[in-house]
């Protein structure tokens, strides 16, 4: 029997010592960002990606150890352990095989077989099985009991099959070879439930559907889970017809093969055989489809979680605009446009209301709001969220971006999840006193600012870039999305002195608890000057210390050291540097040429072997460095603002928002997202959509298809393909079509509107150029100018 470790150090591709070390340090509390960065020598290199696998295996391997002593102890207790079962039970590699051969012993609630072993049956069905030439009916009629009320032989005769279905179906090696044949073999069927066809229309592609169990992509397995749930679809496992009426069936065939039995045209051989028939029927037709059913499910959980993983990490690795003065503009149309102006470190400066579209129509007063915020507060962006009314507001502030001459960009912001951390607990704590409307405001401006630090306040869940993320199991989904929001926030470090309690608790070591504290420290005695200084902090001890301290950054800190990744247990190793080279120590930071020369095996002792040193001397060359890339936004089309402005062939840039199995969704600024199907993202095959694009990336697409009435945008990368003619599938895929909303509007479906007024609009320029510079001149008479 292999170990736990060896198990692990199979399945990741390493060594069974890195494993233990691994373990060990896990075991003692460390977390999977500090040992992929600071324990290198310790578990040999292993990356947060193993590291997360190993940490996951872990945990099912030792449940399913818990089981496995549970199980033998339940079995010994009733003297039925044998050698050859206690060996087959410790050589079982996953919870499936345990539970099986566990079945036969497994407490249950009095079955008709026990019953009819209490009857004194066994012996009867012992007997045909075992001499199946003797009279079924005449050896029955010697059973009759009526204690237990077996008045007649068919009542003897059923009982008996109720013993020898049993015994099959609990037969682990029998299980075995039905669960393996079915799932090469069964497929998946749903058909739509009677009188449903209208109210599930958008399962209509799923009405007569079938397909191999084992092959089923996961979004449409999740999808016909999601139809019969809602009672639309009733889904199935069935084998092709060619097998399903074979005979004998192939399920039943394995029965009779594990039986023992064959017929011969004995006296009790049509008995037997039935009772053949019914162990299938009965007993394990039902049984295995719900388990492989539930492993299609399960299958399909596993990789919708990993396509929200992989989107989730991209969208909080997406590039931040950087600590700039910045205008957000929460786009609304009866309700007004709300708008909030922060400072580079994300504080709410002033906020106000303007109502430029309809029903009010007050473009010029809303301009000169405008103008006058952007010359008070020094603005140099502007974030948009693309909501109702996304693509009007982009209007508006693209006379501020004009009249500025260059000096504000705008950009337009997902608002996905805004309304959530509005009415959160963490927003009510950072603005009391604020309205719920401006608080989004407030998200949408700092997410461009930094998407990182400002999507860790909201549940990853609401943030729309997964995939089934409602049908899923939410403990699983919950763990893995929190070990990405670890992942990414640990992999850029956060600055101690202006990063929230939410940033701060995702900090490997911390809590919300130790975040809080820290946050409470710092208002009360200043900022940090040193990492030391965090030793004063409740609860702060020397574990969580050395946990965290290397992802806490201290910028123009006392020591230089501190603004970096460099580990403070691993300062003595910069300082033998800088003393062996006689250089100051903050002369050797930045220092690239000097660095490139430094040998790195000449710093290694007992403490710190060549990774650690190798990363230190990497991390002096550009300490603090951001891992992001650099931030760039889409451009949206003029005149391109609802589905009605789109037309095929149309070339847009967009910005992708959610990538699935089938495809990836992109925002072209029509209030609507459009799905480039797998098949069109690329002129080469394309088996994930991960590898090709990801969200937050800035795509150019083809406009191949507009559904109008279901609000749907078929598009392409492949600049070569055509729409389709009208009537006809589109090229991409038949059918291709973006679904609703992708989740990503606060208000549901997102929808856009002329707005009236565009001479106007078209006007305004020269009217905006005008206010802009008159609020010029009232800020240097000091004049406050609404």
């Known amino acids: 029997m292999r170990s736990i470790e060896q198990i692990i150090a199979e399945e990741i591709g390493c060594q069974v010592q890195q494993v233990n070390a691994a373990v060990g340090l896990l075991d003692e509390g460390a977390t999977v960002p500090f040992i992929a960065r600071y324990r290198k020598e310790v578990t040999g290199g292993l990356d947060d990606t193993q590291l997360r696998n190993l940490e996951e295996r872990l945990r099912y391997l030792r449940e399913m150890e818990e089981r496995r002593e549970a199980i033998l102890k339940s079995i010994a207790e009733q003297e039925k352990l044998t050698p050859e079962l206690e060996k087959a039970i410790k050589a079982a590699d996953t919870k499936t095989r345990l539970e099986d051969l566990y079945l036969p012993y497994k407490p249950k609630r009095r079955t008709r077989a026990q019953i009819a072993r209490e009857a004194g049956l066994e012996p009867l069905a012992d007997s045909l099985l075992n001499d199946p030439t003797q009279d079924p009916e005449a050896l029955a009629a010697g059973y009759l009991n009526e204690e237990h009320k ?377 900022a940090f000057g040193s990492r030391d200084d965090l030793k004063q902090v409740p609860r702060l001890g020397d574990k969580t210390f050395e946990q965290a301290a290397g992802f806490l950054r201290i910028m123009n800190g006392a020591n230089p050291l501190d603004g970096s990744s460099v580990h403070p247990e691993a300062y003595p190793v910069v300082e033998k540097i800088a003393a062996k080279h006689e250089r100051p120590l903050k002369e050797v930071i930045g220092d690239v040429p000097f660095l490139k020369k430094v040998n790195a095996a000449d710093f290694i002792d007992d403490s710190f072997g060549l990774p650690t040193v190798t990363d230190i001397l990497s991390e002096l060359e550009k300490p603090g460095r951001d891992p992001r890339p650099e931030f760039k936004a889409a451009v949206f089309k003029e005149g391109v603002e609802t589905l009605k402005d789109l037309k095929p062939s149309m070339i847009l840039e967009g910005t992708v928002t959610n990538v699935t199995n089938f495809g990836a969704f992109v925002d072209i600024g029509v209030h609507q997202d459009g799905l480039v199907h797998v098949s069109a993202l690329s002129d080469k095959f394309v088996e994930d959509p991960h590898t090709v694009v990801k969200p937050g990336d800035i795509v150019k697409v083809k406009v191949l298809e507009v559904d109008l009435d279901r609000k749907r945008i078929s598009l392409t990368m492949r600049m070569d393909d055509q729409p389709a003619e009208k009537g006809a599938a589109s090229a991409g895929r038949p059918g291709a079509a973006a679904r609703k909303g992708n989740n990503a509007s606060r208000g549901g479906q997102r929808q856009g509107g002329n707005r009236q007024g565009n001479g106007q609009q078209q006007n305004a320029g020269g009217t905006f150029a005008d206010l802009f510079a008159k609020a010029k001149e009232d800020q240097k008479k000091g004049k406050k100018r609404l």
Not at 464 to 469: E, L
């Open 150 to 526: 077996i008045a007649s032989a068919k009542d003897a005769l059923d009982g008996a099959k109720q013993i020898l279905m049993e015994r099959f179906a609990e037969d682990a090696e029998l299980l075995t070879r039905l669960r393996t044949y079915l799932w090469d073999k069964a497929h998946i069927q749903a058909k739509v439930a009677d009188g449903k066809e209208k109210d599930g229309a958008k399962f209509s592609d799923y009405f007569d559907h079938s397909e191999a169990l084992k092959d089923i992509p996961s979004h449409r397995a999740l999808a016909l889970f999601r139809g019969r749930n809602e009672g639309i679809l009733h889904v199935s496992m069935v084998l092709p017809e060619e097998l399903e009426t074979a005979i004998p069936h192939p399920c039943e065939g394995m029965v009779t093969a594990v039986s023992g039995w064959n017929h011969e045209g004995r006296a009790a051989d049509d008995w037997l055989k039935e009772v053949m028939r019914w162990t299938w029927k009965i007993k394990l037709n039902t049984h295995l489809e719900t388990e492989l059913l539930g492993r299609v499910r399960e299958l399909g959980e596993e990789e919708a979680i990993q396509v929200f993983a992989r989107n989730l990490k991209s969208l909080l690795m997406a590039s931040p605009a950087g600590p700039k003065c910045t205008m957000g503009l929460d786009p609304g149309l009866r309700t007004g446009v709300k708008v909030v102006v922060v400072d580079p470190t994300g504080k709410l400066l002033e906020h106000t209301t303007i109502f430029p579209h309809q029903p009010k129509n007050q473009w010029d007063q809303s301009l000169s709001v405008l103008a006058a915020l952007c010359m008070k507060h020094k603005v140099e962006l502007i974030a948009i969220g693309n909501g109702t009314a996304s693509r009007e507001t982009d209007k508006l502030a693209g006379e501020v971006v004009k009249a500025s001459k260059g000096n504000i960009q705008k950009i337009m912001v997902s608002e996905a999840g805004a309304s959530v951390y509005s009415a959160s607990e963490t927003a009510a704590r950072e603005f009391p006193e604020l309205d719920v409307s401006f608080r989004g405001a407030v998200s949408i401006a700092r997410r461009l600012q930094d998407p990182l630090a400002e999507l860790v306040k909201i549940d990853p869940k609401a943030i729309g870039v997964g995939q089934y993320q409602h049908d899923v199991s939410q403990v699983k989904l919950s763990r893995s999305l929190d070990a990405v929001v670890e992942d990414c926030v640990n992999s850029v470090g956060v600055d101690v002195n202006t990063a929230s309690a939410p940033l701060l608790s995702r900090i490997a070591g911390l809590n919300s608890t130790i975040a809080g504290n820290i946050v409470t420290f710092r208002e009360k005695n200043g």
